[in-house]
RNA sequence: GCCCCCAUCGUCCAGCGGCCCAGGAUUCCACCCUUUCAAGGUGGCGACACGGGUUCGAAUCCCGUUGGGGGCACCA
């Protein structure tokens, strides 16, 4: 961008409970905008369908935007020049708006009642024909009108779509747009109730709060025309616009709740790193260019770039994120990795002493593809009660008792207790029975760790001490 | 039904007229490494939707067909 003046965009989501992966993109985008030129990012919250936002939503969306680290520089809360930035408390300048378009002729009063319109969208879809308003309110006579106030019935105003205009605007990723006005219907601006619609706030708090881009989803290009025409009836001078592709499931349909995992906040319970996330999501329907796949949320800012972003939508890939997951895991350090598990590891329901954990990190950290894996391949280090499970079971009843007994002994008479010198006395062991690690190790781990699958033995063994050790092999023998 | 958008491996991307009988990643399969499981390494399967043009030359440009997506609410 040459403009001179600085960039201002925003993510305006309506709270619904919870933060959706399309709605997070979205955010994403706008925040590396915003941080790529320097300018500012705003978040406004449209609630204006009164019975369906709560205040609880609000913190949850809120919650899930820190988590990512998407901060904003103005917002409900953090305040700005340009407050508030709740829409249940704007009402004043929308209901004003509604009234200078009136006045102008913009706009009109529409009569029809919600059920009247739901009759007619549904006879006109049987029919065949567009479901759109037939305009008939806007062509009341004067007594018609008249006896519509007489009997004190609601309206709602209805924007008017002026006749016969080519509707034109730039989209930073589409390219060049048109939009007859004539496939354009009336739409209102203002309910029955006072309310606005999210036309009309969405467009003005565009213009009073100076946003110069406006980056959103795709689903709401179709709106565009409409809110450029609202602009123009204003005199307003409208922002660039630029509509990203929609993320889609697996069937190809937008991504909704019915696919499974949508909610940013399932991803952070269930151990997601927010960078990987972001990482994910910045990749899906953007490319810097060129095969590099991690980058790093710096290097993301650096690199973004609207032009380059495509223009069909994309699958949303599970397996994908979940090994990107893995690779940001593996790239923590193990004091870092250690302070991560300890809280997933209390809300498995482990408490762990962080010493222990810390030594635990490594032998964990590359098999894991989510933080939330970490309970149960840890779990025989916090808990002394660890059943064998049917495998282990099978491991240890392969080899009989006698040589778990043979391997406590050994292992109670070792001199210092560390891996290798544990390695050591299992491999003499082995030996001694002729067989070779992966048989004659796997019954002991079994024995232990109560499964078939832990992090590497001897060091599994040096971390859960001697005695402790010992008592399980006993214990399996007996 | 009408309006709009789009079209490269199953999926996400690279490619922006010759470097491409198409490259990377993920998934899946095989092998190597190996104390289990992973991680890592190597290799393999796998795509330019179709038809016309334009051009010396097209995955790249144009048109059409087909296919997919979105919208047409007193939801946002």
């Known amino acids: 961008m040459s403009d001179s003046n600085p960039v201002r965009c925003r ?7 919870f933060l959706h992966v399309g709605g997070a993109r979205t955010a994403l985008f706008n925040w590396l905008f915003a941080r790529h030129h320097g300018g500012v990012f705003v978040l406004r919250v449209e609630d204006t369908d009164a019975d369906r936002v709560t205040d609880e939503a609000v913190q949850v969306l809120e919650r899930s935007l820190r988590w990512l680290g998407l901060d904003w520089d103005e917002g409900p809360e953090v305040g700005g020049l340009h407050g508030p930035y709740r829409q249940t408390e704007r009402y004043d300048v929308y209901r004003k708006v509604g009234e200078q378009l009136a006045a102008g002729g913009h706009a009109y009063r529409c009569y029809c009642t919600p059920e009247e319109l739901e009759a007619r969208r549904k006879e006109a879809l049987a ?35 002026p006749e016969g205009r080519d509707v034109e605007f730039d989209d930073l990723v589409k390219g060049p747009s048109r939009f007859a006005s004539d496939s354009l219907r009336d739409f209102i601006v203002v309910r029955s109730d006072g309310s606005p619609t999210y036309l009309l706030a969405s467009g003005v708090d565009d213009i009073r709060m100076g946003m110069t881009h406006v980056i959103r989803g795709e689903d709401l290009l179709p709106s565009t025309p409409r809110q450029l025409l609202l602009f123009e009836s204003l005199g307003a001078e409208p922002p660039r616009y630029a509509h990203l592709p929609l993320i889609l499931g697996p069937d190809r349909a937008k991504l909704s709740k019915r696919h499974g995992a ?5 991803f952070r319970e269930h151990g997601y790193l927010p960078d990987a996330v972001v990482n994910y999501l910045a990749l899906l329907g953007w490319s810097p260019g060129g095969d590099r796949e991690l980058f790093s949320r710096q290097e993301l800012v650096e690199a973004f770039d609207l032009s380059h ?9 599970a397996q994908k994120l979940e090994w990107m997951n893995g690779q940001y895991l593996r790239q923590l350090s193990d004091e870092d990795l250690a302070v991560r598990l300890v809280d997933v590891l209390a809300d498995a329901g482990e408490p762990a002493d962080i010493r222990v954990v810390r030594q635990a990190a490594p032998l964990v950290k ?26 282990a079971r099978a491991a240890v009843e392969k080899v009989g008792a006698e040589y778990l007994t043979e391997a406590a002994d050994r292992l109670e008479a070792l001199g210092t207790w560390t891996a290798p010198a544990i390695a050591g006395a299992l491999d003499e062991l082995v030996q001694a029975r002729g067989l070779n690690r992966t048989k004659g190790w796997q019954p002991v781990r079994a024995a232990v760790t109560g499964t078939t699958v832990s992090p590497p033995l001897p060091e599994s063994l040096a971390l859960l001490g001697r005695e402790r050790t010992v008592a399980r092999l006993r214990r399996a023998a007996a």
């Open 366 to 391: 590359e098999r894991m593809q989510t933080l939330d894996r970490a309970p149960e391949l840890l779990r025989f280090l916090f808990r002394d009660d660890v059943p064998l499970d049917e495998r």
């Open 309 to 317: 972003v495509s223009h069909h939508p994309a699958v949303f890939d």
């Open 127 to 161: 029919r065949g024909s567009a479901p759109g308003y037939d305009g008939r309110c806007r062509r009341l006579t004067d007594t018609e009108r008249a006896a519509f106030e007489a009997e004190g019935r609601p309206w709602a105003l209805r924007f008017a779509i």
């Open 262 to 266: 949508v909610a940013v906040e399932w």
């Open 11 to 17: 993510f305006a989501p309506a709270p619904s409970g």
